[in-house]
């Protein structure tokens, strides 16, 4: 990672003075913002829809662009760190989410808010990384301990915070408003970052892989576009399902075989290869690629088979939030005590119980099966994600690390993209063939999700029960790789925890 930053300070003390607490506070509310609209956007799925009259197939877009926005940047953080400063890059990144968030919260039509969506994610896909160095570097290594505690909070927050504050605005002001409430939080982070960041000299020490970037990004979302349209019955032997699929595969298999080789690339690959690294990075993948496509749908779900309102689907979900805010910290401390495997092979098991859960519900399912289901999920979430990403990281030498913590992330929101663009079109389609023949049209003209109205409840949850069957699937897989994960604890869980935060 970037070293591109002003002398790490040295404190006489272990103490979190004034200074490092107003660093720190400078990061967590951007990190807040761009993690917020992860999951802000969801419940306003129904809305959008009506709005634009856009089918489901492609409003889901306005999430999956925004999660490829993010993959597309991760890697390139570390070469724009030392190219122009991590202060500049910090507030460079804030300025362009805000500028994305005011242009989604304008958009006129579905196509315009996915292209402002992905504008904004190329911004929010900076704001962790980049606001983590500075942090890092301010703390130094006797309060970094402390300091990732504190900045841990808007990660197990905003999962709460955003189904709840997105449903509200949808309800009661405007779905506009999940964009503009965006403007004044970033123009209070830019004037703080400005006050409080210290300026610090860019130092280039590293040429950015170009040929890999313009193979990797390209090809991902190439290869995500082809899959939904398959999924959308565009056929394998179409040029926009099939085709683009086998043009996505290509670029993406050309730049492994081009990162093999190449000094520097965006993304070590050969590290991968390693069952220590690729075991728990395919969990990640795997994991994410199911997670992302249900946190997607269950708002749909609640609204169009329950008939709840945007509000009330949030704060449904919130029982999610809590399960993985309550399990998170204390599977970091079994993972150091136990080993990565165990902790993630019970995350896991929970997930496939909540998983099989949904795969079951229907229109008569009861509230408080839906709030344990969320719930179980949520704990299963926080006793994976960081176990497996710290076992990942756990082998490496300090070096690999960065690159190795980059490729991570990129997996995480590919999987994620991935998944609610495949899960969405598969629920289109499950929709569609229970839906009478009369409401057909309305599939693609208000919308997939628009026909709630004049289709039986329980017809409608069994669709919804039969999509989530292909994140079960997809959860099961994940499981089998977790054996794969080495027995021994992590040695080095907090370091790389913290390293793939910052990187």
């Known amino acids: 990672m970037s070293t591109a930053t002003s002398t790490p300070i040295a404190p006489a003390e272990a103490s979190l003075d004034p ?40 409003t889901q877009w306005i999430s999956t662009g925004y999660m490829l926005a993010l993959a597309t940047v991760i890697p390139l953080t570390g070469w724009a760190a030392d190219r122009f400063g991590t ?46 160095t500075i942090l890092t570097h301010a703390a130094g290594p006797k309060r970094m301990g402390r300091v990732m505690g ?31 409430v965006n403007l004044p939080l970033g123009v209070v982070a830019l004037f703080a970052a400005q006050r409080v960041f210290e300026r610090d000299e860019p130092k280039p020490n590293h ?35 099939g085709g683009a699929i086998l043009v996505g595969l290509v670029l993406v298999i050309a730049f492994v075989l081009h990162a093999r080789v190449r000094p520097g690339a965006l993304i070590d690959v050969k590290t991968f290869a390693r069952r220590a690294v690729g075991a728990p990075a395919l969990v990640v993948f795997l994991f994410c690629t199911a997670f992302f496509g249900v946190a997607l749908l269950m708002p749909l779900y609640f609204q169009l088979v329950r008939g709840d309102s945007a509000l009330h689907s949030g704060l449904q979900m919130s029982a999610q939030g809590i399960g993985a805010m309550l399990s998170m910290p204390i599977a970091a401390r079994l993972t150091d005590k136990m080993g990565a495997r165990r902790i993630v092979t019970f995350g896991l098991s929970l997930v ?28 299963g979430m926080g006793s994976t994600m960081m176990p497996a990403m710290s076992a990942a ?17 990129v997996l ?28 057909s049209a309305a599939l693609h ?15 409608l949850g069994v669709a919804f029960g039969r999509t989530f069957t292909w994140s079960l699937a997809l959860v099961v897989f994940a499981l089998v790789a977790a054996f794969f994960i080495r027995r021994a604890p992590a040695d080095a869980t907090g370091a790389g925890a913290a390293e793939l935060i910052v990187d």
């Open 150 to 180: 504190i900045v841990g909070v808007p990660m197990l927050l905003a999962p709460i915070v955003g189904p709840i504050l997105g449903g509200w605005l949808v309800d009661d002001v405007s779905w506009r408003w999940i964009f503009f």
């Open 352 to 379: 496939t119980l909540g998983m099989l859960s949904l795969s079951q519900i229907s229109g008569g399912t009861t509230t408080l099966q839906m709030e344990l289901t969320l719930f179980v999920m949520g704990v």
């Open 87 to 132: 202060k500049r890059l910090y507030m460079g990144a804030i300025g362009m989410f805000v500028l994305g968030s005011g242009l989604c919260g304008a958009a006129w039509s579905a196509g315009s808010l996915i292209v402002f969506r992905v504008l904004q994610g190329l911004g929010g896909g900076m704001i962790m990384p980049a606001g983590m």
């Open 445 to 459: 003209g208000e919308g997939a999700i628009a026909v709630g109205a004049a289709a039986a409840a329980p017809a």
């Open 207 to 241: 040429s950015l892989d170009w040929t890999g970037l313009l193979m990797l990004s390209p090809g991902l979302a190439i290869f995500v576009y082809g899959l939904a349209q398959t999924a959308a019955g565009a056929g394998l032997d179409a040029l926009g399902g």
């Open 393 to 409: 990281l756990s082998s490496l030498e300090r070096h690999a690390v960065a690159r190795v913590s980059a490729g991570l992330n």
């Open 412 to 439: 995480q929101r590919v999987g994620g993209s991935i998944g609610t663009a495949l899960l969405a079109v598969v629920l289109s389609h499950e929709l569609a063939a229970v839906v009478p023949a009369s409401s």
């Open 19 to 58: 200074r490092l607490l107003r660093t720190a506070a400078v990061v967590i509310l951007g990190t807040f913002m761009s993690i917020l609209d992860t999951t802000i956007v969801n419940v306003a799925m129904r809305e959008l829809s009506k709005k634009f009259g856009a089918p489901l197939a492609t």
